[in-house]
């Protein structure tokens, strides 16, 4: 998320300086650096990490238990990270598009405040996590779904105000506080 939030400033500037091939030859051959560089450095294997803990090689127990409603579980996170899934694709893909065509903001303008929900998303997740964590603490253990069912709701309330908000301030305001709050 937080490198999304800076690829706008700097990948249309790398287009502006050169031309948009050029620019994906230059991004293209930084993933692959860092690439190479993953593959010769993460050199360590879950099971090799949990032979050298325990010293003994860790076997996978076939009889692990599953709750009944296992299926329906798995159901629902599905279509939970689905419309989470979706809701960041159109802000992600659209907004740079929205800032620049519909509202008519300047190019670099339109660049950087692109990103700002983007930040706001990776700077609160750690404290979703934390709020989630206090509720468990202070009541039932169900409780655990109250902060992101709110969360999605509160979301989806802020894009409708960002969506009928008249002033460019409070769009990329209400915009980035739906993404921060989901």
């Not at 798995?74 to 598009?97: N, P, R």
């Not at 190019?107 to 206090?134: V, Y």
């Amino acid at each position: 998320i937080l490198a999304y939030a800076v690829v706008h400033p700097i990948f249309g500037s790398l287009i502006d300086r050169f031309n948009w091939p050029t620019a994906f030859v230059i991004t293209g051959s930084v993933t692959a650096l860092l690439a190479i560089a993953w593959w010769i450095f993460a050199t360590d294997h879950p099971a090799a990490v949990a032979e050298s803990q325990t010293g003994a090689p860790e076997v996978e127990s076939s009889s692990t238990p599953r709750p009944e409603n296992f299926r329906r579980n798995l159901i629902l996170i599905t279509l939970s990270y689905s419309a989470v899934g979706y809701f960041q694709y159109f802000l992600f893909y659209w907004l740079h598009y929205y800032f620049e065509s519909v509202l008519h903001m300047d190019k670099t303008e339109s660049r950087f405040l692109t990103g700002l929900p983007s930040l706001a998303m990776a700077a609160s997740m750690p404290l979703g996590g934390w709020i989630t964590d206090r509720v468990v603490r202070c009541g039932d253990f169900s409780a655990r779904s109250l902060v992101p069912k709110v969360g999605m709701i509160v979301s989806a309330i802020l894009l409708v105000c960002g969506i009928f908000a008249k002033d460019k301030f409070w769009i990329v305001a209400c915009f980035t506080a739906s993404l921060a709050v989901l």
